[in-house]
């Protein structure tokens, strides 16, 4: 017997065992039995009071190096000071999300003031995905069938904190040449999960949807406006977008660019300030395309943002000889911009991230993907979150047992000198 087919039998068996019908979970010793009740998907998405984030407790440029539950109890209670209540996170395959779980669960036990959910990812590949054979978008991972065994399997043993299941991460987007699947492969799982729920084998508050580009929830024109994306829509129990005027600065820059007036009439500051309002309103442009085709197909469901964020460091074309996007001053105002609205609108927006990930471009220390983090690998908080640090509110806290300080040691100055104007409009060309 191969070893996924031994794994898929016990997380079948789990499934039944831990199986729950509604938002209790029984837990149970010697002594008695007690019931844990906690707040539905529906309850908390969209609720201004439970910020959400995105969340990877990876610390180490090596990813094989997995984060021991202490420090994911050590980022919890950071994340919890912030006012997040509600963190995404992959990784059912590896020890991360389990252990997550575990820890959240833990620190509930210490402190049951302790409030923290968890809007939980089942990875989705094409078949041939991430080896040397070409990626075959018409099929499907065999590994898939494992990841949706896992999710629900820790839906059932959670069902206190894991509110949301999501099927893939930016996995039907055509630009996920690598790995990107049919719309009709995610399709599959979602109905597969709303039949477990159905069926008794999964918290019926339980939300499932799928976390992918706005792209491809229609607002990237026809070539994604199939059936099969109709149907989808019908059977998730509401959409979850990405959005990324970060990246689009350089991919879409048309926003970017400093206008010939402003050049002529705004101070340096004023010219960043502008721009960084031109990037919300591109990300509700975004939010509205997906909106618009939703009603076109007669569908009418929520619309929350999965992922947006901003990088802090970028040698690349975010960078000083890019589109000169990358700092932290941006940084904050793009995250404020962006809680302003979606806590006005009631949309939750899980940020993108709460903490530095090294391993994410782990041959390139200054790549971009290793720094969207609100707090860096120094345990730093960096300038959207400097306020908090004012304010005391990590006062008792570290991470990797240190005390939570400032970057550019709280020195404004110091930081604005990193600080770039981005480029006029009449000199940039968008990419071919």
Known sequence: MRKHTKITIYLLLAIVVFSC?????????????????????????????????????????????????????????????MGVKIVRTYKVHLPQATNLLKA?????????????????????????????????????????????LVAAYLANQYP??????????????????TYYV???????????????????????????????????????GAEYHTEDLEKLYNAVDYISMHTYPYHNTHYNPEFWGVPEEESKNLSDI??????????????????????????????????HIGETGWATISDGFYGPTGSRATD??????????????????GISCFYFEGFDEPWKDAKNPKGSENHFGMINLKSQAKYPIWSLVDDGIFDGLTRNGQPITKTYDGDIDVLMQDVLVPPLASEIKSPE
Not at 164 to 171: C, D, F, M, P, Q
Not at 194 to 218: A, C, M, R, Y
């Open 21 to 81: 019908k509604n938002n209790t979970k029984k837990e149970t010793n010697t002594n008695s039995v007690k019931e844990v009740t906690s707040l539905s998907a529906k309850e908390i998405l969209g609720n201004p009071e439970f910020l959400a984030m995105s969340y990877g407790g990876y610390r180490n440029v090596d990813h094989n190096v997995e984060p021991a539950i202490d420090e994911l109890k050590e980022d919890m209670k950071l994340l919890a000071a």
């Open 104 to 148: 959240i669960s833990e620190l509930k036990e210490e402190d049951p003031d302790f409030e923290m959910y968890v809007m939980l990812g089942a990875w989705i590949d094409c078949k041939n995905a991430w080896t040397a054979l070409p990626p075959d978008h018409e099929a499907e991972s065999e590994a898939n069938a494992n990841q949706i």
């Open 160 to 177: 206190d904190i894991v509110k949301i299941i999501a099927v893939g991460n930016e996995a039907m987007v055509k630009w996920a040449e």
């Open 182 to 220: 049919q719309p009709g492969v995610i399709l599959k799982w979602v109905t597969h999960l709303q039949d477990l729920k159905k069926e008794g084998n999964l918290p019926e508050d339980l939300w499932i949807t799928s976390s992918d580009d706005f792209s491809s929830w229609g607002g990237g």
């Open 270 to 303: 004023k010219k960043i300030d502008a721009a960084m309002l031109r990037a919300k309103e591109f990300a509700m442009s975004q939010y509205d395309s997906v909106s618009g085709y939703m009603k076109s197909i007669g569908v009418d469901k929520p619309i």
């Open 328 to 345: 932290e001053y941006k940084q904050a105002l793009y995250y404020k911009h962006m809680r302003d609205w979606t806590n006005s609108e």
